[in-house]
């Protein structure tokens, strides 16, 4: 009888150890299937891809393309018609109601110390009113945060206040750096009109030192109308100058004008295409990044970049036979600049429609060398995400963490999606972001390939794994 139950425990462990091995075997094949995919989607956008060429129209005839302007829809045009020439299966529009704000003649500053006089270059912040005619004059009081504006108060009236808190140079993701400091940007005219405040100006958001302005979205939130005040942006070197000055006479003042003024809502559109899944058509995978950018340059980082390389991922896939097994849409979001009402559209009727999500990526974060994704997803998930290290390690994306995942996509969020962002290298993004400087010229051709081609891994990987 011992002999017998030796040899019972004997084969179970042969046949343990047998299927140990097998399915070690099945992985193997599996991890090895999918890193040929991946290879062959590189390989693909590195020798064959088209993202640079169509960043180079939407960049260089189009230009930039604040909502509600002309240049907008024709972009939108141009994205459908594009997607349309690809053969996709599904092409469309999904019309959105968009702010339409103007910025109008080109700003001027100044200030005098000493009879000497100084222009400073300065941009209105998006969704500001305008100074009368003539402009406005006044003393400034330089501040570091919202908090110290609310300790001055009455100290305010009639002033204008300068809110001069930079980037916390510290951090190594300059993400961070610029969510530390862009509540000034947002909400300092806000905060300072109820005071009696004639005028905000507020540092650019950039670590960059330069003469460049980098415009952004402000809001009034609901205060009274008198006590709005118009506000602009100024250039770090203008910034560092006035800051010096204002020690040698607290007094100066400082003169400022803008026309910018906002106009009705309009008309406007999503752009939508899909590549229909084989199994199970129902159940969409997102990818985009949007259409809109602010008008002092082309927008080609922010987020033209997001945009040609959303667009490359379905190409990708029909290049090289993928033929996905759920849905795959790409969506050119309208007005993520100055209201994310195309965000927010597309959920809404996501919604309505009871369309079942299971994944939505997005790129907004520049053209440059990738580094990987963050995520927002299930705890099951979130293991089987950080499993594909090895697979995608190899193409420099190694950075994958749970983290924010996009401003678009983000109203998309419930218990059973899981969200993404494409992480590139961030060092050189706020150089440009949101100032005349974001141009074609500053995107790398390789860069941006290598962006859309991990956007495309990342999906394929979604498309094979996820339920």
């Not at 097998?22 to 599996?30: A, G, H, I, L, W």
């Not at 060398?369 to 390690?393: C, D, H, M, Q, V």
């Amino acid at each position: 009888m011992k002999h017998i139950f030796t040899c019972i425990i004997l084969i179970i462990t042969l046949s343990s150890c047998t299927n140990v091995k097998n399915s070690k075997t099945t992985e193997n094949q599996v991890n090895k299937k999918d890193s040929i995919v991946i290879k062959n989607i590189f390989n693909t956008a590195l020798t064959n891809g088209q993202s640079y060429q169509w960043l180079d129209y939407l960049s260089n005839e189009i230009g930039g393309r604040l909502s509600g302007s002309h240049e907008s829809i024709a972009a939108i045009l141009w994205g459908e018609r594009l997607m349309q020439d690809l053969r996709f299966d599904k092409v469309w529009l999904q019309d959105v109601m968009v702010p339409n704000w103007y910025r109008g003649e080109k700003e001027e500053a100044s200030f005098t110390l000493n009879t000497e006089k100084y222009n400073v270059p300065i941009c209105a912040l998006g969704g500001s009113i305008p100074t009368p005619v003539t402009g406005i004059t006044g003393e400034v009081i330089e501040v570091q945060n919202l908090e110290e504006v609310e300790s001055l108060g009455e100290k305010l009236r009639g002033k204008i206040v300068f809110f001069n808190r930079p980037f916390d140079n510290t951090h190594i993701q300059t993400f961070k750096a610029y969510g530390g400091c862009v509540d000034q940007r947002y909400a300092g005219a806000m905060v300072c009109g109820k005071f009696g405040a004639i005028g905000a100006i507020v540092r650019s958001m950039t670590s960059s030192i330069d003469d460049y302005p980098h415009t952004g979205a402000m809001s009034y939130g609901d205060i009274a109308e008198n006590e709005k005040v118009p506000t602009a942006a100024i250039s770090t070197k203008a910034a560092n100058l006035l800051s010096e000055k204002l020690k040698e006479n607290p007094t100066l003042k400082f003169y400022f004008k803008q026309s910018c003024k906002t106009l009705p809502d309009e008309p406007s559109h999503n752009v939508i295409g899909e590549l229909i899944g084989t199994e199970f058509p129902d159940k969409i995978i997102t990818v985009g990044g949007h259409i809109d950018s602010w008008d002092l340059g082309d927008g080609s980082h922010d987020d033209g970049a997001g945009i040609v390389q959303s667009i490359e991922v379905l190409r990708l896939f029909k290049l090289n036979g993928i033929k996905p097994k759920h849905t795959i849409r790409c969506v050119l979001f309208i007005n993520e600049e100055n209201g994310l009402r195309g965000g927010k559209k597309y959920a809404e009727e996501a919604k309505a429609k009871n369309e079942n999500h299971i994944a939505a990526l997005e790129s907004d974060s520049g053209g440059f060398t990738p580094r990987g994704f963050t995520f927002e997803a299930t705890n099951e998930n979130a293991e089987l995400f950080l499993s594909w290290k090895p697979l995608l390690a190899p193409y420099g994306l190694s950075e994958i963490e749970e983290g924010h995942s996009g401003a678009d996509i983000g109203p998309l969020k419930s218990e059973t999606i899981s969200l993404f962002g494409y992480r590139p290298d961030s060092q050189r993004y706020f150089d440009y972001h949101h100032a005349e400087t974001d141009t074609f010229d500053k995107v790398n051709k390789r860069e941006l390939e290598l962006g859309a081609a991990s956007m495309a891994s990342l999906v394929y990987l979604l498309d094979t794994y996820l339920k």
